[in-house]
């Protein structure tokens, strides 16, 4: 069963680094582009961050921009989103998808979805 897990999710400060984990099982993530998005209370899914199936490309949503890292691990198949300086407008599920080859990183071009990880950014 081609599964994607996040983990890493939970309770944050204002001015948190958390770190998101999606880890793949069933299938082996170097072929696939991966992307984070998340989708806040009431408001529609947005993309977060992508990282092309070898690494060397990444891109970020300006309100993320220079706090977030997206990096990846293929022997551990684990793509990873490193989150600082968080901002309580950065509460939202978070999801990982896969999509294989490096194609457009839209949503709707995902092949696999994870369920999600809930960041709450509060004091």
């Known amino acids: 069963q081609l599964q994607l897990v996040e983990s890493g999710g939970g309770l944050v400060q204002p001015g948190g680094s958390p770190r998101l984990s999606c880890a793949a099982s069933g299938f082996t993530l170097d072929y696939y582009l991966v992307g984070w998005f998340r989708q806040a209370p009431g408001k529609e899914r947005e993309g977060v961050s992508c990282?092309?199936?070898?690494?060397?490309?990444?891109n970020y949503a300006d309100s993320v921009k220079g706090r977030f890292t997206i990096s990846r691990d293929n022997a551990k198949n684990t793509v990873y989103l490193q989150m600082n300086s968080l901002k309580p407008e950065d509460t939202a599920v978070y999801y990982c998808?896969?999509?294989?080859?490096?194609?457009?990183?839209?949503?709707?071009?995902?092949?696999?979805w994870g369920t999600g990880t809930l960041v709450t950014v509060s004091s």
């Open positions: 998808a896969a999509v294989r080859g490096d194609s457009a990183c839209y949503s709707h071009l995902m092949s696999y």
């Open positions: 990282i092309s199936t070898r690494g060397g490309i990444t």
